[in-house]
């Protein structure tokens, strides 16, 4: 099925210093803000109206429509149940009633050199079928996509316009959702890379469920046991997985887990890298058990973790705390802000030194907005003085006099970098 998307853009946030300029806009006519439109695909995955895509097709989009494929052809507004930018999975749902739906597989059975095939709308000319070999398995995303989950690699053509469509088996059961392509050019050439089904229903029943993704949390930093480094460690292990760090107060450190531990598996399934470690700790909940069997100084021994929520993270369903015009904040008038939890860091992208408060709405026209001040900013100190969360900002704030002060704050840029930005607002 086709999706289209819009999402309006603020044109004062561009790398384009002139663009920031609100005289230069006002004089050359520049509009303040831009509608984009995206075009992608996705699959029907319930009879009542569930489909999976992508996040980058519908990530902060005003209005989603979907266009059911003939002979329905209608075309019906699409809710944004909830999306997870770090797997760039997406859950939409319809009001519609007994749809045809995709039988899920287990990306798990794919091996390389499978058949599949590609479904999806490239190029505005319709629903295409493509057809090719699984080329790869558990490949990494590209550095700088933003997306942390290894991928299935196929050559069956994929273009633009085909993500968040179907990867089918022969069977046609639905092994991934099309992602991303390798090219030079923007068109296919040779390489296209999907989500694992197997990782995206467990991500869609996560956001059914909680409104969120719930992950688990275990506390510890790792790298891959080489056969060079198995020397160094004097173990005749080849496979497995060096915990580097252990998080204080986290629940690997509760359990007893090491620096310097070799994880050779968990929950009874074998760890051969860094990859499967991962996999295998992100389909946990808090609450679960990870059992991990390791070496420690070349003896084996068995360490039971229970998984705990991210910290900074809200509970399922729950929305962050989110404050706006209250008496305490009367100085930053038509200002949304929240804490920078957990959910705000994944979506931006954001250091781990970075810590403050998320700007999540700032009204046009408001002295904030003409002071420069953009929503995604985060406010890292009030006058020069530290902010660590919401409560320490309204004190910073509270009782101050006086017809200015300033804000510094760290603001991203669309290359994946940042900087850290002053800005003097009106009271």
């Known amino acids: 099925m086709n999706i289209s998307s819009k999402r309006v853009t603020d044109m004062s946030r561009s790398d384009n210093p002139m663009l920031q300029d609100p005289f230069f806009r006002r004089f050359f006519g520049v509009p303040r803000e831009q509608v984009q439109n995206f075009l992608g695909s996705g699959v029907i995955v319930t009879e009542d109206g569930y489909i999976l895509t992508n996040n980058h097709l519908v990530e902060q989009a005003q209005d989603v429509e979907v266009y059911l494929p003939p002979p329905d052809n209608r075309k019906l507004a699409a809710k944004v149940v909830g999306t997870d930018k770090t797997t760039d999975i997406a859950v939409l749902k319809i009001e519609a009633k007994d749809l045809p739906i995709l039988?899920?597989?287990?990306?798990?059975?794919?091996?390389?050199?499978?058949?599949?095939?590609?479904?999806?709308?490239?190029?505005?000319?319709?629903q295409t079928v493509t057809m090719g070999i699984v080329s790869g398995l558990a490949k990494p995303a590209a550095v700088g996509e933003g997306v942390d989950v290894e991928l299935i690699q196929t050559d069956a053509a994929i273009n633009p316009g085909n993500s968040g469509g179907a990867l089918i088996n022969t069977r046609g059961e639905l092994v991934g959702i099309n992602n991303m392509i390798v090219s030079n050019t923007g068109s296919y050439a040779g390489i296209g890379f999907a989500?694992?089904?197997?990782?995206?229903?467990?991500i869609m029943d996560d956001i059914i469920a909680h409104g969120t993704v719930v992950r688990g949390y275990v506390g510890i930093a790792m790298d891959d046991l080489t056969p060079d480094k198995a020397e160094?460690?004097?173990?005749?292990?080849?496979?497995?997985?060096?915990?580097?760090?252990?998080?204080?107060?986290?629940?690997?450190?509760?359990?007893?887990?090491?620096?310097?531990?070799?994880?050779?598996s968990a929950n009874g399934k074998g760890v051969k890298n860094l990859g499967e470690l991962r996999r295998n700790i992100s389909t946990l909940h808090p609450g679960d058990k990870a059992e991990f069997a390791l070496l420690r100084d070349g003896k084996g021994m068995t360490v039971t973790v229970t998984v705990a929520k991210r910290p900074g993270e809200a509970a399922p369903g729950a929305k962050p705390e989110e404050?706006?015009?209250?008496p305490e904040l009367?100085?930053?008038?038509?200002?949304?802000?929240?804490?920078?939890?957990?959910?705000y860091r994944q979506r931006l992208r954001l250091p781990d030194e970075v810590a403050g408060v998320i700007v999540t709405e700032v009204e046009a026209g408001s002295p904030a907005e003409?002071?420069?001040?953009?929503?995604?900013?985060v406010i890292v100190k009030f006058n020069l003085k530290p902010v660590s969360d919401l409560a320490a900002f309204k004190g910073l704030i509270k009782g101050m006099k006086g017809d200015k002060f300033m804000l510094t704050v760290y603001r991203r840029d669309d290359r994946g970098g940042g900087a850290y930005l002053n800005f003097v607002i009106k009271a």
């Open 103 to 126: 039988k899920l597989g287990r990306s798990s059975d794919l091996r390389l050199g499978q058949t599949v095939l590609a479904i999806g709308y490239p190029f505005q000319v319709g």
């Open 330 to 343: 009367a100085l930053l008038s038509g200002v949304g802000l929240a804490d920078l939890n957990d959910d």
């Open 370 to 377: 003409e002071g420069g001040l953009g929503q995604g900013d």
């Open 195 to 202: 989500i694992p089904i197997d990782v995206a229903k467990s």
């Open 323 to 326: 404050e706006k015009g209250t």
């Open 232 to 264: 160094f460690f004097g173990v005749k292990q080849r496979e497995g997985v060096i915990v580097t760090k252990v998080e204080k107060g986290s629940p690997a450190s509760k359990a007893g887990l090491q620096v310097n531990d070799i994880v050779t």
